[in-house]
């Protein structure tokens, strides 16, 4: 089945180190989209991607990086530069503009 | 500005009971709407959506939502709430065109009693 697979579920690093979350899709949708989710907060725009090698800068970009080499992949690299960046991370796509996204289901990310 | 409104941060309902999440909008062109819910831990997944047509949309899992250009609202409904629709459910905006993302609202957190 078609999907949006994110890993690691969990993951835990020291602070000052740099990590990167997998965002992959079978989903042969063009654009991308990664948001941080804090208790409260709602969901906030990192960066999105609307084509291979090309990608904006969403609300909260600083300390974030992200590549976009192939369709199916929009891995997100949380850098020491973010101040505070334990958080529920979310992937998403979608196919054609006005379409819903499709949501990955998460990675958890606790700096320690 | 761009923004979406959930005004309701929790909401306890009686099972069996209707139920209505409320979702305001702000934005400059015709929006495009969506409800999403999210169980704990996980992704989310899309209720229902509303570009244009009739106002009233039916979504999965009995539920539905009515879109009130007068009011800048989309808001959720469902007639009869199970213990099973416990989670936290999203409102979202976004344009018609290209090269822009969805705007979301903080959630609203169900909770149903029995």
């Known amino acids: 089945d078609g999907g949006i697979t994110q890993s690691p579920k969990y993951l835990f690093r020291k602070e000052g180190q740099n990590v990167t979350l997998s965002c992959e899709q079978n989903?042969?949708?063009?654009?991308m989209y990664w948001y941080r989710q804090d208790p409260g907060q709602g969901l906030r725009l990192i960066y999105y991607?609307?084509?291979?090698?090309?990608?904006q800068k969403g609300d909260i970009a600083e300390g974030y990086s992200v590549s976009r080499e192939k369709k199916e992949s929009f891995p997100l690299t949380v850098t020491s530069a973010q101040k505070n960046p334990t958080a529920f991370y979310l992937c998403?796509?979608?196919?054609?503009?006005?379409?819903?996204?499709?949501f990955g289901s998460g990675t958890r990310l606790t700096v320690v | 500005a761009q923004s979406v409104t959930q005004p309701d941060i929790h909401i306890t309902v009686s099972e069996g009971a209707s139920l209505e999440l409320r979702c305001n909008y702000s934005y400059g062109a015709t929006p495009y709407l969506f409800w999403y819910v999210q169980s704990p831990g996980q992704g989310l997944q899309l209720l229902l959506k509303?570009?244009?047509?009739?106002?009233l949309v039916q979504g999965i899992k009995g539920f539905e939502a009515e879109f009130k250009r007068s009011q800048s609202s989309f808001n959720l409904r469902k007639p009869s709430v199970h213990w099973s629709d416990a989670a936290e459910y999203f409102c979202a905006v976004g344009a018609g065109q290209a090269g822009t993302a969805l705007i979301f609202g903080k959630g609203t957190t169900l909770s149903v009693s029995s």
């Open positions: 991607s609307q084509i291979v090698n090309d990608f």
């Open positions: 509303y570009f244009s047509g009739d106002t």
């Open positions: 989903l042969n949708h063009d654009a």
């Open positions: 998403a796509s979608r196919k054609a503009t006005g379409d819903g996204y499709t």
